[in-house]
């Protein structure tokens, strides 16, 4: 089992910045590559971005290629997801998510994918 726990959301103007944060527990962390997800009232939740177990591979939703950033602290247990250039329609409820990779450098972008999910945090852009 792994425990999820999200932190970081809140209310920010259109151009601005969030850094969310996501303290994993319950099992190693290296064991487990991690992602995050968002959910948009009215839709379904999508793929943001995801990090391998090492940390060296990742992969971004188009729509937020060059302005969000994800990284992990293995020491600390914690995967990060530094948002940048926010924009209206980044508002959403943001999940993190993982699931035990068999391979250090692979990352899945599906949410079936997953098999652990926190609790999820509201990010809301103004315009």
């Known amino acids: 089992q792994v425990q999820l726990v999200e932190s970081g959301g809140g209310l920010v103007q259109a151009g601005g910045s969030l850094r969310l944060s996501c303290a994993a527990s319950g099992r190693t962390f290296s064991t487990v590559a991690m992602g995050w997800f968002r959910q948009a009232p009215g839709k379904e939740r999508e793929f943001v971005v995801a990090?391998?177990?090492?940390?060296?591979?990742?992969a971004y939703a188009d729509s937020v290629k060059g302005r969000f950033a994800i990284s992990r602290d293995n020491a600390l247990n914690t995967v990060y997801l530094q948002m940048n250039s926010l924009k209206p329609e980044d508002t959403a409820v943001y999940y993190c998510?993982?699931?035990?990779?068999?391979?250090?450098?692979?990352?899945?972008?599906?949410?079936?994918?997953?098999?652990?999910w926190g609790q999820g945090t509201q990010v809301t852009v103004s315009s």
């Open positions: 998510a993982a699931y035990l990779a068999t391979r250090t450098w692979e990352v899945r972008s599906t949410v079936m994918e997953y098999d652990y």
């Open positions: 990090i391998s177990r090492s940390g060296g591979n990742t």
